[in-house]
C-alpha cells in the first residue's frame, strides 16, 4: 500500500451517530451527491488529502446491519465486498453501543479494514458513563479514536488512524465464536470455497461467505448459485444446516444472535459508569413529547409554526424575486426594441418565466430547509416519527411519512424532496409518489374561485373537504403502493432517538445549502424547459406563429396549439361539464396551479377579479367540486414532477405524472356519477 | 424541589393555557359564524386565519397540564409543560413578529402603503401577546429545570 496515491475510505454508521458531521469534518464540507447506480439511495462523496495520499470519502447509507433485506444494507454491504475499500470507518455511538458494534461486528466479519469512529463521546459522559476506548480496541482488533464530531475533536486523530490503516491493513475475521458445531461447519463450507471457486474466494472472504450461506442470505445465495460450482457449494450448506438445524432449531436466527449476544458482551466489559445517573433534558422533555396525547398536537403545532416560517417570513424575498425577474426584467426585455418581437417574446415570456418560476420558489425552499434542519438537530423529528408511527404503519407507511405529507400542504416540491430522511427505499418511493395529494397553497385559489362562485354557503366545507381528502388519498394510495408496485417487507419502525442537541451553525447551513442547490439545479431545469413548452404551445397554432399576443387574447390563444389540445381535453371532461377554457386551464396548472384562475380569467375574458361571477355560468355545484378533486388530485406542478424524477427517476416521474391523471379523471367522474345519484347536479 | 414554587408556576401556566384555548375558540366561532369581531378586544386577540388554531390550541393544553401533573405529583411531566408550551409559545411569537416584520418589508418592496393598523393586529393578537408572557413562564421553568436535573433518576 505504500506509495498509493488514490485511496477509498468508506464511511458507515447507525442512523444519528453524526455520520454527516464527521464527514462534512473530514472533507471540508466539498462534497457531490449523486445516486447509488440502479436506486435512489444517496450516495456523497468528498475529498480529502491524507499523508500525501489523495483520499476519496464514500459516505454509506445509515444502516443497522449488513442483511439482504433492506437496500441501503445490500449498498453498502456490496460497496465494501465490490470496490473492496482501503479503509472502512465505522462511526459509532457511545450512548447506544451496543447496536453499533452489532454493524462493527458484521463488518469485521465481512474482512474490512475497519477503524471505529467513537463518537459522541461527550454526551455518554454527560449521561454519567464513558467507553473505555482502548479495552474495545483489544477487544475488536482494531483503532479505535474517540471523537465530539461537532466540536472537531478527535478528526486529526481520526485521519491519523486512516492513515496508520491505509499503510497497515487489519483484518479480524473471526470476532465472534459461534461455537464448535457451527464454526466447523463454517469451516467446512469456507474449505469447500477455497478448493472449488477460486471466481469466489478472490472475491469473497470465504469465512464469511460461509456464515452467510449458512444464515440463508438470499442475495449471496442467489451469487453463488451463479457460480459453475454453486449447486455443489449450495448441496453441501443445505446437507449442513439441516444438520445444525436439529440442534440449534434455526441456523440463521442462531447466527444473528450470537453475533447480538457478542456486540452485548463486549459492550458490558467497556462501559464504565463514572457518576450516578442524573436526569437529562431529554428525559425530561420526552416524558411529553412521545407521549401520544400531548405529543400529536405538539407536533402539528411545531410543523404548522415551520409553515408559517417558511412560508410567511419569506414573502418580502419571494416578491422581490417576482418583481425583479418577472416584472422588471421580464418587462425590460419584451418591450425591448433591440430583439424582433418573437425572440422578445420567447425571452421575456419563456426564458426570463422560466427562470422567474424556478427563482421564485427558492427563499420558501431555503426558509423551509432552515427551520427543517433546526428541527432534525435539534432532535425533534425523530420523536414526531414515533408517535405517529402506529397509525400511519395501518397503511404500511412509516411515521416519517407525516414529515413531507404536512410539508405538503405548504409547497409539495420540498414535500417530494423530504422523503430523503425516509430510511426504506420502497416506503421513499411510495411516498414520494403520495407526497403531492397534499394541498399546496397553490390550488387554494382554484378552490376559492371556484367554489366561492359556484357553491356558495357550501364553499368552506367543500374547501375544508379538499384537505381531508387529500390525507385520505395520500394514505390509501400509499398503502395500495406499497401493497402492489413497491411491495416488499414492512421494515417496521427502527429509529435512534437521539439526545436533544444544541443545533450548530455550521451544520445547519450546510445542510440548507446542500439541500436548496439540489432544487435549484435539478429541479430548476426541467421547470424552465417546462414553462418554454408552454409558451412555444401558446404561441403557435396549427395556423403557425399566432405571436405573443395570444398569451393575453383569449380567440388568439382558443387558435393556439395550447387552444387546441383544450379543445381535445373538453372532449374527455365532457362528462363533467367543463368547456375548452376550463380544460386548457387545466394544461396551464400543469406548469403551477397558480396559474389556473389566471389563465381562466384570460380565457373567458373577465380578468381575474370579475371571474368569480362569470364563472357560475359555466358550471354547475357539482361540476365545480369534480374541477376542485380533479385540481387536488392530479398532477401538482411541473416543479413537483422534477423533483420526483430527481429522486425516483424519470421513469416514476412518468408514471406519477400518468397514474395522478387517471386517479384525478376517475374521483372526478365518481363524483359526477354519484352527484347524478343523489340528484345534485 | 419545593412543590410550592412549581405549584404557583403551573397555576400561573394554567391560566395563560386559558387564554390561548379562550383565543382558539374565538377563532373557530367567528370563523364558522362568520360574525363580525363585535369588539375592539377581540378585533385585535383573535388571529383572522383559522389555521392558528393547529398552533395555540396545542399551546394552551401543554401549559394547562402542568398544573394537572403538579396535582398528580409527577414534577418531571409538570416541567416538561412548563418548558415544552413555554418554548412553543415564545417560538411562535418570534414567528409572528418576524411575520409582521416580513409585512413591511414585503410592502416597503411593493411600494405599497404600510398599514399601522395591520401592523397593530399583528402584534396584538394572541399568538404574539400571549407569547411574551409564555416567554417569561418559560425563562421561570429553565430555573426550575436545573434543579431537577441535579436529581438522580432514581429519586424520581
Known sequence: MVGKRYVKVALTGVPNVGKSVIFNKLTKGKAWIGNWPGVTVEKKVGKTEINNHEVEIIDLPGIYGLTAYSVDELIARNFIVEEKPDVVVCIVSAINLERSLYLAISLLEMGANLIIDLNMIDIAENEGFSVNHRKLSEMLGTSVVPTIAPEGYGIEELKEAIKEAILNRKINLRIVNYGRDVELAIEKISSLIKKLSFELSEKYQARWLAIKLLEGDEDVTVKVKRTQVGSIILGEVEKLRRRLGEKLGDVGAYIIETRYKRASEITHRVLERIKPVKITITDILDSVLTQKILGIPIALSVLMLLFRFAFEVSTPLVDAIDLLVNVWLHDLIAESTIFPRWLASLLADGVISGIGSVLIFLPVIAFFFLGFAILEDVGYMARVAFIVDKFFSKFRLPGKAIIPLVIGFGCNVPAVMAVRGIEDENDRKALALVAPFSSCNARLPVYLVIGGAVLGAYAGIAIASMYVLSIILALIVGLILRSTLFKGPFTGFIIEMPPYLTPRLDNIAFKTWERTKRFLFKAGTVIFLGVILIWLLSVFGPSGYLGPEALENAALLKRSWSGVIGHYLSIIFSPMGWDWRSSTALLFGFVAKETVVGVMGVLYGVGEEGLTNVIAQYFTPISAYAYMIFVLTYVPCLATIAMIRNELGLKYALFALFYEIVLAYLLALTVMGLGHIVGVV | ?156
Open chain 2, 1 to 156: 424541589m419545593k412543590s410550592g414554587k412549581l405549584f404557583i408556576l403551573s397555576t400561573l401556566a394554567f391560566i395563560l393555557g386559558i387564554f390561548y384555548v379562550l383565543a382558539v375558540i374565538l377563532a373557530i366561532y367567528l370563523w364558522i359564524t362568520q360574525s363580525p369581531f363585535s369588539s375592539q378586544f377581540l378585533y385585535y386577540f383573535v388571529p383572522k386565519d383559522v389555521s392558528s388554531v393547529i398552533i395555540l390550541a396545542p399551546i394552551g393544553l401543554v401549559l394547562s397540564s402542568s398544573l394537572y401533573y403538579v396535582l398528580r405529583r409527577d414534577v418531571v411531566k409538570s416541567i416538561a409543560c412548563l418548558l415544552i408550551g413555554g418554548g412553543i409559545g415564545t417560538i411562535a411569537m418570534i414567528i409572528q413578529t418576524l411575520v409582521v416584520f416580513a409585512n413591511i418589508v414585503d410592502a416597503t418592496i411593493m411600494g405599497e402603503k404600510l398599514s399601522i393598523e395591520k401592523i397593530t393586529v399583528g402584534l396584538l393578537r394572541a399568538d404574539s401577546s400571549l407569547g411574551w408572557a409564555a416567554f417569561l413562564l418559560f425563562l421561570t421553568s429553565i430555573l426550575l429545570y436545573r434543579k431537577l436535573r441535579n436529581t438522580l433518576k432514581n429519586n424520581l
